[in-house]
């Protein structure tokens, strides 16, 4: 009896997705190759220190991937962005780092991981298709899971240091595209929200082109501000650059 009530339901949850009513449904898969460049503080139970002058973090490369599903004028996502910025310099100064104090003239090298996880759900309450051109617009509401993790070593001395910290950040915001052509398209995200003591700001901005009907590339520029303040560590700062991939929808 249990077999056969889980076949019907998996036989209508086909049929539902293939009624009519959600002819319009679209999946999209994007994969990208991304640039930031960082700037802004960071410290741990401590001073607080610059991210490039003091620890010589330097620009990060890496991927990212984002999946979504369009249902009408709603737009379901999820994306996951690891960032992970090193970088090697002799202090100037000293700095107290989580309970540990780097001398000033000694080499340390530091890493700066963070990874992004987001998940959301835009409503284009524009959404004209009968124009020269299509026009989508309309709130987003995302909640984004930002997990950090900072290391300071020593490697003369044999010192080294971590703190990481994970923090929830909800964000409020607009989505719009504008598709100027079947294979042309302009999409634009902005989101901010401050809870519980952090902030986070996101800006993010592409050009899809799609010269095959369903396979395209894409390229943008994306803008991260984070204000997190948790558990002793303490991160004030921007991440910016361009960003570029491939995109397929079925």
Request: negative net charge; proline residues 4%; glycine residues 10%.
């Amino acid at each position: 009896m249990f077999v056969a009530k889980r076949v019907m339901i998996i036989a209508a949850l086909i049929g539902f997705l293939a009624s009519p009513a959600l002819a319009d449904e679209i999946i999209s898969l994007k994969g990208g190759y991304y640039n930031l460049e960082p700037s802004g503080d960071i410290g741990v139970r401590g001073n607080v220190v610059d991210i490039e002058d003091d620890l010589g973090i330097d620009d990060d490369d890496g991927f990212f991937a984002e999946a979504a599903l369009q249902l009408g004028r709603f737009r379901l996502f999820t994306s996951y962005q690891p960032i992970s910025f090193s970088g090697s310099t002799v202090l100037t100064m000293d700095i107290d780092f989580n309970g540990e104090t780097f001398v000033e003239g000694s080499r340390i090298d530091s890493d700066l991981d963070i990874d992004i996880y987001e998940s959301g759900l835009a409503w284009f309450l524009i959404n004209l298709d009968d124009l020269p051109v299509r026009i989508q617009f309309g709130p987003e509401v995302a909640i984004k899971y930002i997990d950090t993790k900072i290391e300071i070593q020593d490697k003369g001395l044999g010192m080294q240091e971590s703190e990481s910290v994970g923090v929830p950040i909800p964000s409020l915001g607009a989505r719009a595209r504008i598709a100027f052509a079947d294979y042309l398209g302009v999409v634009g995200r902005v989101g901010y929200m401050s809870y519980n003591g952090n902030s986070l700001t996101d800006i993010d901005a592409q050009v899809e082109y799609s010269p095959i009907p369903l396979v395209g590339i894409y390229a943008g520029y994306r803008y991260l501000d984070m204000d997190i303040d948790e558990d002793d560590l303490l991160l004030d700062a921007e991440f910016s650059g361009p960003h570029a991939g491939a995109l397929i929808r079925f």
